[in-house]
């Protein structure tokens, strides 16, 4: 075998031994015998298609189309709104477990701007100054709208209020409105709203 074979077969060989090492990913073998359905005749997001006359391969779902999990058939209690207008009372059950519920998200989600009690004087307003002050939730405006409007507000936000929608359920958002009613009730309370058996306590 000549010098010039011998070169040849070495970079050939050289060549052999190199394609061993390519390879798409790491987990992914140079040889594939069987794909294991790596590879699909499938469209990728935002791919061109034949199929259709606009060559759009991403279409839109049917109309009415629900996501799994994402139907509400009560638009009272997921929105608080039915006809254009605010539900007039919670559709909850208020209880004892529902107010504390409610006092519990209330405390994560609100208190942080409104304060505990409500009257707009949270950790985040008294330092963010005059460039923001969250709302006194105790005055009477506030008082005076409907237990749906509240809901709306506490799902959808207001002005420089953000909405809660994605970070509580339909239920907690409830339960807090219930919760801010037991504020609202003990801001404006007078004496005769005291049992008398308890009136001699009062200082």
């Not at 000549?2 to 061993?20: C, E, F, H, K, R």
């Not at 606009?54 to 608080?80: C, F, I, M, Y």
């Not at 506030?142 to 506490?154: F, I, R």
Request: contains cysteine; hydrophobic residues 35%; glycine residues 8%.
């Amino acid at each position: 075998m000549t010098n010039t074979n011998v070169t040849i077969l070495l970079v050939l060989t050289s060549i052999a031994g190199l394609t061993g090492c390519l390879s798409p990913s790491r987990d992914t073998p140079p040889l594939q015998i069987w794909d294991d359905m790596k590879v699909q005749p499938k469209y990728k997001p935002q791919q061109q298609s034949g199929l259709f006359s606009d060559k759009r391969s991403s279409r839109r779902p049917p109309e009415g189309t629900v996501a799994v999990g994402q139907l509400n058939a009560d638009d009272a209690s997921h929105w608080g709104i039915v006809n254009s207008q605010y539900v007039g009372r919670n559709p909850l059950p208020i209880t004892k477990e529902l107010l504390a519920h409610g006092q519990n998200k209330f405390n994560v989600y609100c208190a942080p701007c409104h304060s505990q009690i409500g009257d707009g004087k949270g950790i985040v307003g008294v330092r963010a100054g005059a460039a923001f002050q969250p709302a006194n939730l105790t005055e009477p405006r506030v008082k005076q709208m409907n237990d749906g409007e509240l809901y709306s507000v506490a799902s959808e936000g207001r002005r420089t209020m953000m909405g809660y929608r994605n970070q509580t359920s339909d239920q907690d958002r409830w339960a807090i409105i219930a919760y801010l009613r037991a504020l609202h009730r003990a801001t404006s309370g007078t004496i005769e709203d005291v049992p008398d058996s308890l009136r001699a306590q009062l200082k």
